[in-house]
């Protein structure tokens, strides 16, 4: 079936250290993104994607890096300049935005990062 | 900035009671209106959207919303909800073509039997 997998379910990580969330597609969707989701907030955008080597800050693009070096994957590593990063991750991916109007968002099932 | 507003963070509710979330943005121009569903321990689903023409629309699981472009609004209504309703609910937003979106705070719906 196709869709997005995220890994870790769940990741433990000491201050000070970076990780990296791993995001893969196999929808062959052209455009990636990673959300932030805290309680009572929302989601929040961290970085998007929209080709291949080539993505854009979010809203809240501070402490964090992506890459894009392949269609199907989008990771991201939060760094230990992330002061907050206890947090839920969503990865997402659409199609071509080529004004078709239906984004069809598919959502990973994310990552939830504890700092320890 | 952009930003999307749900009026109620939590609402509890019995089965068989109608439902009706708030959902405002503040952005003057063209927008793209979705109502976005997280079940426990699933994946966030779309319920619905909006992008033109009739500003009632339905969706999954008998959600419907309709879109006052003159309030900013986007409300989601349900006229009977059941217990297998109890989710987080998002509103949200999109006024450019690669469909970032802006979300909501979110709204937890709990219904009790």
């Known amino acids: 079936d196709g869709g997005i997998t995220q890994s870790p379910k769940y990741l433990f990580r000491k201050e000070g250290q970076n990780v990296t969330l791993s995001c893969e597609q196999n929808?062959?969707?052209?455009?990636m993104y990673w959300y932030r989701q805290d309680p009572g907030q929302g989601l929040r955008l961290i970085y998007y994607s929209q080709i291949v080597n080539d993505f854009q800050k979010g809203d809240i693009a501070e402490g964090y890096s992506v890459s894009r070096e392949k269609k199907e994957s989008f990771p991201l590593t939060v760094t230990s300049a992330q002061k907050n990063p206890t947090a839920f991750y969503l990865c997402?991916?659409?199609?071509?935005?080529?004004?078709?109007?239906?984004?069809?968002?598919?959502f990973g099932s994310g990552t939830r990062l504890t700092v320890v | 900035a952009q930003s999307v507003s749900q009026h109620n963070h939590h609402v509890i509710l019995s089965e068989a009671a109608s439902l009706e979330l708030g959902c405002n943005y503040s952005y003057g121009g063209t927008v793209n209106l979705f109502w976005y569903v997280q079940y426990p321990g699933q994946h966030l689903q779309l319920l619905l959207k909006?992008?033109?023409?009739?500003?009632l629309v339905k969706g999954i699981k008998g959600f419907e919303a309709e879109f006052i472009k003159s309030k900013f609004s986007f409300n989601l209504r349900k006229p009977s909800v059941q217990w297998s309703d109890t989710a987080e609910y998002f509103c949200a937003v999109s006024t450019d073509s690669w469909g970032k979106l802006q979300f909501g705070a979110g709204t937890q719906v709990v219904v009790t039997p």
């Open positions: 909006y992008f033109s023409g009739d500003p």
């Open positions: 997402a991916s659409t199609p071509s935005h080529q004004g078709d109007g239906d984004y069809g968002y598919t």
């Open positions: 929808l062959n969707h052209d455009a």
